[in-house]
């Protein structure tokens, strides 16, 4: 194939734009999958799944504490109505059987009352560690919002970037031979590189200093020849600085 020089040459701006867009989607995908933000998004899931547990014992206590309190209250009723019929009552058996019930009932609303200090003894620290968690959700939700402005300003930012060296793109392969746009594209697609700078005797798409046999086959091309880069099978694009 044969090509002009200077098309040949547009073939590196072609090259450079698409390493730039390949780059920027590359930052604009990494962004989108987040992976920070993944795992900040699975620590408060944890988060949340330990202040179910610990909102579900808070109840149970709270439900402890009412059902002793509501025994207590029992108890202390029974007691006030035992004093009563104590004081009216004109039998001695029935006095007797009355102040049994009411030691009994004075040791029961004891019992209840250390059980009632233990149960909330428990729940405040129960409510505390509610409030840890929380607080810690709380922070990790913050920490997310905050991480996702930052990256939707960089997705934003990035995205901008991309589309205007994809317009830059098409302006400069507009400029190109249909035939040698072409085969650029085949190469790029095939190897990953479609051009290649040849400097000081190095490939810049391979990085490898290319061999005295094929700098001597290149030397004998003509320059509206389109060679090959034995190495990244981009077209090699020669000039000043080839060292030929």
Same mark, same amino acid.
């Given at each position: 194939?044969?090509?002009?020089?200077?098309?040949?040459?547009? !073939?590196?701006?072609?090259?450079?734009?698409?390493?730039?867009?390949?780059?920027?989607?590359?930052?604009?995908?990494?962004?989108?999958?987040?992976?920070?933000?993944?795992?900040?998004?699975?620590?408060?899931?944890?988060? *949340?799944?330990?202040?179910?547990?610990?909102?579900?014992?808070?109840?149970?206590?709270?439900?402890? !504490?009412?059902? @002793?309190?509501?025994?207590?209250?029992?108890?202390?009723?029974?007691?006030?109505?035992?004093?009563?019929?104590?004081?009216?009552?004109?039998?001695?058996?029935?006095?007797?059987?009355?102040?049994?019930?009411?030691?009994?009932?004075?040791?029961?609303?004891?019992?209840?009352?250390?059980?009632?200090?233990?149960?909330?003894?428990?729940?405040?620290?129960?409510?505390?560690?509610?409030?840890?968690?929380?607080?810690? !959700?709380?922070? !990790?939700?913050?920490?997310?919002?905050?991480?996702?402005?930052?990256?939707?300003?960089?997705?934003? *930012?990035?995205?901008?970037?991309?589309?205007?060296?994809?317009?830059?793109?098409?302006?400069?392969?507009?400029?190109? &031979?249909?035939?040698?746009?072409?085969?650029?594209?085949?190469? *790029?697609? *095939?190897?990953?590189?479609?051009?290649?700078?040849?400097?000081?005797?190095?490939?810049?798409?391979?990085?490898?200093?290319?061999?005295?046999?094929? @700098?001597?086959?290149?030397?004998?091309?003509? &320059?509206?020849?389109?060679?090959?880069? &034995?190495?990244?099978?981009?077209?090699?694009?020669?000039?000043?600085?080839?060292?030929?």
């Amino acid at each position: 194939m044969k090509a002009a020089p200077e098309d040949q040459a547009t !073939l590196l701006d072609l090259q450079r734009l698409d390493n730039d867009i390949t780059r920027l989607a590359h930052r604009i995908s990494s962004l989108q999958k987040g992976e920070h933000l993944t795992e900040l998004g699975t620590r408060a899931a944890a988060l *949340r799944a330990q202040l179910v547990v610990a909102v579900g014992e808070v109840e149970d206590a709270e439900r402890d !504490l009412a059902r @002793l309190e509501s025994d207590t209250a029992t108890a202390q009723a029974r007691v006030e109505r035992d004093t009563t019929l104590l004081q009216n009552v004109g039998n001695a058996k029935d006095a007797a059987g009355l102040q049994n019930e009411l030691d009994s009932l004075t040791r029961r609303i004891g019992d209840l009352e250390t059980q009632e200090l233990e149960v909330m003894e428990t729940l405040d620290r129960l409510r505390a560690r509610v409030g840890d968690v929380e607080a810690q !959700l709380a922070e !990790l939700d913050g920490e997310r919002g905050r991480l996702m402005g930052v990256r939707d300003d960089g997705i934003a *930012r990035f995205e901008k970037d991309r589309v205007a060296a994809v317009q830059a793109r098409a302006e400069v392969a507009a400029a190109v &031979p249909a035939d040698l746009l072409a085969l650029y594209e085949r190469q *790029r697609a *095939r190897y990953g590189f479609g051009a290649s700078l040849l400097q000081g005797g190095v490939s810049t798409a391979s990085g490898v200093t290319l061999t005295n046999s094929d @700098l001597a086959a290149i030397r004998a091309a003509a &320059p509206d020849d389109v060679v090959l880069c &034995p190495d990244s099978d981009a077209i090699l694009v020669r000039t000043a600085e080839s060292g030929l």
